[in-house]
């Protein structure tokens, strides 16, 4: 197996998560991973952008609320690393170990992408397992991303489209 490691790019999409962001963004930093970290704020009316920015993402100031879609592809378009790791800005819990699974076996060509699924109870964990997998933290290589049609970059079909 190739071992080579290639750079991943963090890109955090982010509509009024003032609240959340600044949680994130030090995880992320702190974690190793990351050639880049970067919050696409899509045209919040709160502090998200400045949150962001004091703690230390390179921040991408969309003037309107474009959707979920718009927001990863203006990430991506910013983006130089040949791997995208997308996270929401409301995610808790995150730590340097569910980073290193979900990056790990992209980053060695194991998997082209790779999808984390949140404990959501009995119900909601099996029916994620069972169901196309959309989920908010989701490791990929840059091409896949760059083959989704303008047309299914509008909301959350990007992650339907993935």
């Known amino acids: 197996m190739h071992d080579e490691r ?18 994130i963004i030090p995880i992320l930093k702190t974690s190793g991973f990351f050639s880049e970290v970067i919050v696409v704020d899509d045209g919040s009316t709160d502090e998200t952008m400045n949150v962001a920015k004091k703690a230390g993402a390179q921040v991408i100031q969309l003037k309107k609320n474009g959707g979920k879609g718009s927001a990863m592809r203006a990430g991506v378009e910013a ?12 995610v808790l ?3 340097r170990e569910h980073l290193r699974h979900l990056i790990t076996p992209v980053q060695t060509r194991e998997l082209a992408m790779c999808v984390g699924i949140r404990d959501r109870g009995w119900i909601g964990t099996w029916l994620a397992r069972h169901l196309p997998l959309i989920g908010g933290e989701r490791v990929l290589r840059r091409e896949i991303f760059s083959s989704i049609p303008v047309s299914y970059l509008r909301g959350f079909r990007a992650e339907l489209a993935m």
């Open 6 to 23: 290639q750079d991943v790019a963090a890109v955090i999409p982010a509509f009024n998560e003032a609240n959340t962001i600044g949680h």
């Open 79 to 90: 983006a130089h690393a040949p791997i995208i790791f997308f996270c929401d800005a409301d």
């Open 93 to 95: 819990g995150l730590t």
